[in-house]
DNA sequence: CGTTACGTTTACGTGCGCGTCAACTTTTCT
DNA sequence: AGAAAAGTTGACGCGCACGTAAACGTAACG
C-alpha cells in the first residue's frame, strides 16, 4: 500500500502550514498524528481533518468551534448520547452558516453596488476601470 | 429634526457591544463621533458605518481591511487616484467574498450531508432527531 | 449639598493563534 | 567520521480586538 503518511514538512508543503501551526493544532487536539519514535507521521485521517479545519478558519469559527464540527465527521460508532449532542451541535453550525450565507449576499449585493457607482464615476471623470465584469 | 445624535449607552444598547468597543473603534479611525464637549455623540453617519463593522467582522475581515471597504461607501468627491485605489480594493474584496461565497455554499453541503447520514442513524437507533427540514 | 448616574482618559491585562528563538536528538548525505 | 538536514520539546513574544480597573469630570436628582 502507498505509503499513506505524511512527514510534518510535506504536510506543511501541501497545506501552506507552518510546522509550529501543526503542533498547535496537535496540542489543541484537532490532530492527532502516530508517532514514529519521535517523529510525528499525519495519516490521511489528519488530512481530511486539517483541509476542515482551514476551510472553518475562513469562516471565521474558532478552534475550539472547529474542534466540535469535527467530531462530528467521524461520529461513527459513538455512544447514543453523544451522536444526538453532536447532532444538535451540527444544526446549530449549518443555521449559522446558513444566516452567514444570506448576510454575505446581502453584502456582496451592496458592494456590487458601490463598485458600479464608482465605475460610472470613473468613466465620467474619463479613468480606465478596466475590469468589463464578465 | 428628530435629534439624529446618539449617545454612547444608545449606540451600545442598539447594536449589542460595548463602550470599549467604540471607543477602540473611534480610536483605530473607524469611527468619528462628534464632542459635545467632552463626550461623544454618534451620527447617523456613524451608525451606517458601525453597522458595516460589524457586518465586516462576521465574515472575518480585520478592523484595517474594514476601513478600506468603509472608505469605498464614503468617496463621494475624492481625489481621481484616491477613488481609482478604492475602487480597486473594492474589487479585490469583492473577489474575495464571492470565493467565501462558493467556499461556503460547498462547506454547507457537505455539512447537511453529514446531519442527514447523522438522522438516519439516530433513527436507526430509535432516537427522535426532531427536526423536519423544512 | 451630597450621591448617583453617565461619561471621560490612561493604562495594564487577557485570550486566541500562532511566530520565533534556543537547545537538543535523530537520520541522511558525502 | 563529520556536517548538514529534518525533527523534537519548551518557553517566551507578538498582534489583534477588546476587557477591566483606577481616577477623574459634570450634571442632574432628591
Redesign the pocket.
Given at each position: 500500500m502507498t505509503e499513506t503518511t505524511m512527514?510534518?514538512?510535506?504536510m506543511?508543503d501541501s497545506f501552506g502550514?507552518?510546522?509550529?501551526?501543526?503542533?498547535?493544532?496537535e496540542a489543541?487536539e484537532l490532530l492527532s498524528?502516530i508517532r514514529e519514535?519521535?517523529?510525528?507521521l499525519f495519516t490521511r485521517r489528519d488530512r481530511a481533518r486539517l483541509k476542515l479545519i482551514l476551510r472553518g478558519?475562513k469562516f471565521g469559527f474558532?478552534?475550539?468551534e472547529i474542534r466540535q464540527l469535527l467530531d462530528l465527521y467521524e461520529m461513527e460508532g459513538g455512544e447514543d448520547t453523544q451522536l444526538a449532542r453532536t447532532y444538535k451541535i451540527a444544526l446549530a453550525h449549518l443555521a449559522e452558516m446558513e444566516a452567514q450565507r444570506a448576510a454575505l449576499d446581502e453584502a456582496i449585493a451592496e458592494l456590487k453596488e458601490q463598485i458600479d457607482w464608482g465605475a460610472r464615476e470613473l468613466a465620467a471623470r474619463g479613468i480606465a476601470s478596466n475590469t468589463s465584469a464578465a
Open positions: 512527514t510534518i514538512r510535506q506543511c502550514v507552518t510546522p509550529r501551526t501543526l503542533r498547535f493544532y489543541k498524528p519514535g519521535q517523529k510525528r478558519k474558532s478552534l475550539e
